[in-house]
């Protein structure tokens, strides 16, 4: 069964999505593109999103439910696969254009999901970064820890392959909700941890809805079928 590359381009991406279609070849061609997000799936025809993303409500109904309290396991499953595109031209155009490549690579490389059963995802493309010399990045999910970290092995392989001129790749893995562990009081302390506690008092509720509210807001932008 094949895997299709879905994109759903963000208006603030037109200049790359525009460069691609008219076969622009070289990261530098590309105009320049604004901060924000793309959208990308890779999945086989008639998933449904409820089979993949995770469950944005179960984590706050878990929140609220504990007294505004989670515990860690809740917050280790949700990582994250995150590639980052630096180049030796401040260029965020040229750094989305690489990313973009390694996306087109590893879904013409692991397309068949008989034989890459592992390899489905969904993420983003861009980053809100005002300093161009941060990077993009292309951050990716899936539907476990063993399938995130055989794609992270797949990437770490195929990455280096790329012959990118100008273009420089780093990958690593993260915590999907990256902001929630700052909000957990006693999280980063070591003392705490090793404490034996095994929940974590969420500091400011209203940011914690914050963040799941943005994530609501990425979800409904994941398309799993091509648009005509």
Not at 9 to 34: I, Q, R, S, Y
Not at 63 to 71: C, I, R, T, V, Y
Not at 75 to 96: D, G, I, M, R, W
Request: glycine residues 8%; charged residues 20%.
């Amino acid at each position: 069964m094949r895997r299709d590359l879905v994109i759903n381009w963000g208006e603030c991406h037109e200049a790359l999505k525009l460069a691609l279609n008219n076969g622009v070849k070289t990261p530098f061609e590309v105009m320049d593109t604004d901060k924000g997000w793309s959208y990308v799936t890779f999945f086989q025809p008639g998933t449904t999103p409820s089979r993949v993303l995770f469950n944005i409500d179960n984590l706050e109904d878990t929140a609220q439910s504990n007294g505004f309290f989670l515990p860690w396991d809740v917050v280790a499953t949700h990582n994250k696969v995150v590639v980052t595109a630096v180049s030796e031209l401040p260029s965020p155009s040229a750094q989305l254009f690489g990313l973009h490549r390694v996306l087109e690579t590893y879904a013409d490389l692991y397309s068949n999901s008989r034989k890459h059963p592992q390899h489905s995802f969904y993420g983003k493309l861009g980053g809100c970064y005002d300093r161009p010399e941060k990077g993009r990045v292309l951050v990716i999910y899936s539907t476990g820890d063993d399938a995130l970290l055989q794609i992270e092995e797949s990437l770490q392989g195929l990455v280096p392959k790329l012959g990118l001129r100008g273009i420089e790749f780093s990958i690593r893995l993260a915590n999907g909700l990256s902001d929630i562990p700052r909000m957990l009081q006693g999280f980063d302390d070591p003392l705490y941890r090793s404490s034996g506690t095994s929940m974590y008092r969420i500091t400011d509720p209203q940011k914690f809805s914050v963040l799941l509210n943005q994530a609501r807001h990425d979800f409904a932008h994941y398309l799993f079928e091509a648009q005509a």
